[in-house]
């Protein structure tokens, strides 16, 4: 994955944790304070303690430090929401979020993960909405704690083996979430809502971002 395509990194660390990144120098272009015009200049004022860097390789960093926070959580923001699905394709990108937990070059499975996550406290997750991804990983804040977190989320994020192996127990896992929110009054309202707010044609105009169940089922490796 081009890290390009990756606009942010959200941290809530404290300001140790947080001046080491800033501190990094040969790893970063520049240091924007308030951030460039990606950014809401708004989010400043609300947030005056916000900070924001670009790494070389075109990543921006926001930073917003946790003063009283014994905790910190480190997550990427991709660009690959439900409005980026194809129409006969709509549910992909959640389908592709749940294969990127599933295996990575270092991790060979979900239960090296797991024992991972385990060893260090971490707690991993992430969601699927209409315009993003969110992949996150949030820990208790000690310097171990934290590399761990970065080597985990760096291998979700970057590293995923998206394996053909599990690609049918997903589609089942996916197919049940959808089976389950038509029984639920609020998402059959969604649901209803999206259709009606958008055609046949658009991206959000049927099954919003887990998909039709039917198109669910249909899902290959190749997707």
Known sequence: MNTHNLPAIINTMSENTQSK?????????QAVWPAGQ??????????PELRSLELSNGMRVVLLP???????RVGVF????????????????????HMMFRSTELFKDTDVITEFEQDYNLDVNGYTSDDEQYYYVSADLDDE?????AKLLSQIVLHPKLEAQYVELEKQIIYSEREAGESQPDQVVLDSQMQ???????PLGGGGVI?????????????
């Open 78 to 97: 991709v660009n690959g929401g439900a409005l980026h699905q194809k129409i006969d394709k709509r549910g992909v990108p959640h389908f592709v979020e």
């Open 196 to 202: 009606h707010f958008f055609s046949e044609n658009h």
């Open 66 to 72: 946790g003063m009283q926070s014994r905790s910190f």
């Open 21 to 29: 990144l800033f501190q990094a120098n040969n790893q970063t272009k």
């Open 145 to 149: 704690a934290t590399d761990a977190a």
């Open 38 to 47: 990606d950014l809401d200049p708004h989010i400043f004022e609300r947030l």
């Open 211 to 223: 998909g039709e169940s039917k198109t669910i089922l249909e899902y290959t490796h190749q997707d």
